[in-house]
């Protein structure tokens, strides 16, 4: 009967630790996906920053310039490694409560003359046309929906919601590739990004998701 017993216990021992990972795993597959705010903002994103820029390079040449190798073709993961002129760069995920998204706050300290990218996998339940990608950014910034770049800032500037406008566009059934790349000359570092449907309002039915599966 001891022996039963003791069986019994290592089985019920065993049996709660299994379930213990097993809720962990479903909690963090959940939490890597968010949705639209309600003015089509996106908070959640992978982030990799910061890269710092060649000495003599402007925010200009920069914005434009692949610094990361094929850069408009990224998919990227959380944890994933890029080595970039040596040195070693890793995809995490960050959530900001704001709409803006403040590189220098996220990373702890001022980061001057350097870039950072934001990535997210924006689900469609259906083919969506007239999509319009609304951004800023502090300094330069660029999208890309899908590897191809759909908007440009060449600017130095402060940040202006929805400065930069990106219109006509489609999300394909599935997932959407969005990445956001903003250049820091000096000072603030910051970006924003939404997403609105031909009628102004954030698409029905579109998740976001830091995995492209």
């Known amino acids: 009967m001891m022996k039963i017993n003791f069986l019994k216990t290592c089985f019920l021992a065993l049996t709660a630790q299994l379930s213990f990972f097993t809720t962990g795993a479903i909690s963090s597959i959940q939490a890597q996906t968010d949705s639209l705010d309600e003015a089509g903002y996106i908070h959640q994103w992978l982030m990799l920053a910061p890269v710092s820029l060649e000495e003599e390079e402007s ?47 996220v990373l702890g300290g001022n980061h001057d003359h350097a870039a950072g990218y934001l990535a997210v996998y924006v689900h469609a339940p259906k083919a969506m046309e007239n999509i319009t990608l609304l951004a800023g950014g502090n300094d330069q910034a660029r999208i890309y929906l899908n590897g191809e770049a759909v908007s440009t800032s060449f600017e130095a500037r402060a940040l202006t919601r ?46 976001l998701k830091l995995a492209n599966r």
Do not use: M
């Not at 990361?68 to 994933?80: A, Y």
């Not at 599935?174 to 990445?179: E, P, S």
């Open 162 to 207: 929805d400065s930069d406008v990106a219109r006509g566009l489609t999300l394909r059934k599935g997932f959407n590739t969005l990445i956001l790349k903003v250049v820091n000359e000096v000072g603030n570092w910051q970006g924003c990004l939404r997403v609105l449907d031909a009628d102004g309002k954030p698409p029905e039915g579109v998740s």
């Open 59 to 105: 925010g200009s040449e920069a914005i434009v310039f692949p610094i990361i190798r094929r850069e408009k073709d990224l998919q990227p993961q959380s944890g994933d490694s890029v080595t970039i002129a040596g040195q070693t760069h890793q995809w995490v995920a960050k959530r900001a409560d704001e709409v803006v998204f403040d590189f220098n706050k």
